[in-house]
C-alpha cells in the first residue's frame, strides 16, 4: 500500500446492525467471500455513524469486526500483502518478456519477407559495377 493510501485509509470497529444486503452481489476479498451489510462504528474524531460496508461471509447481526475506511468515510478493500504484489510483478515481467519475444519474431518475419524481394535488385546493381571488371566488357 502506497503511503499516500495509508494516510487516506483507516480502520475502525464495527458493528453489523443490518442483514445481508441481496442485492448487491457477493464479492472476493483477500481470497475470502465477503458480501455487504449495514454497520455501524466511531471514526476517529467523527463519532458513530452507519454505512455499507464489506463484511467477511458468515458476519451475523451483531458480531463485531474491522472495517476499512477512506478519508471519505467509504469503505474500501484490505491492502494487498506482499505475495499478492509478487505475483503482480511476475505476471508483468512474464507479460513484457513474451511482448519482447512477439516483438523481434515480427521484425524477424517482416525482415524475412522483405529482404529477399530486394536481394535480386542489390545484386544486378552490384554486377552492373563489378561485370566489366570481371570479364573486361565496356558497359
Known sequence: M????????????AEAIGERNRSLPSVRSSGEHAHRT??????????ARAA????PAGTR??????????AHGRNVPPPVDGNAVRQHALAMGLCAAGGA???VLLAHGVVSRVAPRRRPAEGER????????WTHRRP
Do not use: C, I, N, Y
Not at 455501524?40 to 474524531?45: L, N, S
Not at 447481526?61 to 477512506?70: A, K, M, S, T, W
Not at 552490384?126 to 571488371?133: D, H, I, Y
Open 101 to 103: 519475444v512477439l516483438l
Open 126 to 133: 552490384a554486377w552492373a559495377r563489378t561485370g566489366p571488371e
Open 2 to 13: 502506497s503511503l499516500r493510501q495509508r494516510a487516506e485509509r483507516h480502520v475502525v470497529r
Open 38 to 47: 449495514t454497520v455501524r462504528g466511531a471514526e476517529p474524531g467523527k463519532g
Open 61 to 70: 447481526q451483531g458480531d463485531v469486526g474491522e472495517v476499512r475506511l477512506d
Open 52 to 55: 455499507t460496508a464489506r463484511v
